[in-house]
């Protein structure tokens, strides 16, 4: 089955404890993406990558960091986690090229990230 | 930058009629998609329909269907035949065709609830 896979689903932490939320899909696709989730903001984008070994900011990258060893997997990792970081997130995929057929992103079912 | 605009928070329709979602956009470009993505409870981000740019004839999907104004920049969502298990957060969402991220640009979200 066509899927994108995050662990954990849920988590809850403490400030300054380092943690990695893991992301991986089995679809061969070229691009992911980190969006995370708050009331009233909707989804923003928090890193992207094109490639392995590419990776680039989105919209709200402060406090995040990334890393695209393998094409499959996208973690994501919050290396002093603060409250201002509890969240929902989600990671995404989808295949370069190929033009018009290729505008949908496929999403992990999301992790749930509280801060204390 | 693109913005997608989601004005009403919260809408409410009884079980077997129909609800118009509201959506517009700001884009200086002139080829894109537009989606509409439904989030239940489980969290899960579903997609519901998607509208390239390029085409003037409104996307359907069974019970679901887009008023697409390209002039006026609006991107409408019609649920039909509501049914209870239509309940949930709806998202609009924009993507340029081109460019290296073409991330996905979303709404604030609307919460529909279905009245039995």
């Known amino acids: 089955e066509a899927q994108v896979t995050q662990n954990p689903r849920y988590l809850i932490t403490v400030t300054g404890k380092k943690l990695t939320v893991t992301c991986s899909q089995n679809m061969n696709h070229e691009y992911m993406s980190w969006y995370r989730q708050d009331p009233g903001l909707g989804l923003r984008q928090i890193y992207y990558?094109?490639?392995?070994?590419?990776?680039d900011k989105g919209d709200v990258p402060e406090g995040y960091k990334v890393s695209r060893k393998e094409k499959r997997n996208f973690p994501l990792i919050l290396e002093s986690p603060s409250p201002n970081q509890t969240s929902l997130y989600f990671c995404a995929s989808r295949p370069l090229g190929g033009g018009h057929l290729t505008g949908e992103l496929f999403f992990g079912e999301g992790s749930r990230l509280t801060v204390l | 930058a693109q913005t997608v605009t989601q004005s009403q928070p919260e809408m409410s329709v009884q079980e077997a009629e129909t609800v118009t979602l509201s959506c517009t956009y700001d884009?200086?470009?002139?080829?894109?998609?537009l989606f509409w993505y439904k989030q239940p409870p489980s969290r899960q981000m579903i997609l519901v329909i998607r509208?390239?740019?390029?085409?003037?004839q409104n996307a359907t999907e069974n019970r679901f269907s887009v008023n697409f104004q390209k002039a006026a920049k609006s991107f409408s969502l019609k649920i039909s035949d509501s049914q209870l298990g239509d309940a949930a957060m709806y998202f609009c969402a924009y993507r340029t065709v081109t460019g290296a991220n073409s991330k996905l640009t979303f709404g604030k979200g609307i919460t529909l609830s279905v009245r039995p």
């Open positions: 509208q390239e740019a390029y085409k003037q």
């Open positions: 990558s094109m490639n392995v070994e590419v990776t």
């Open positions: 884009t200086s470009e002139s080829d894109y998609y």
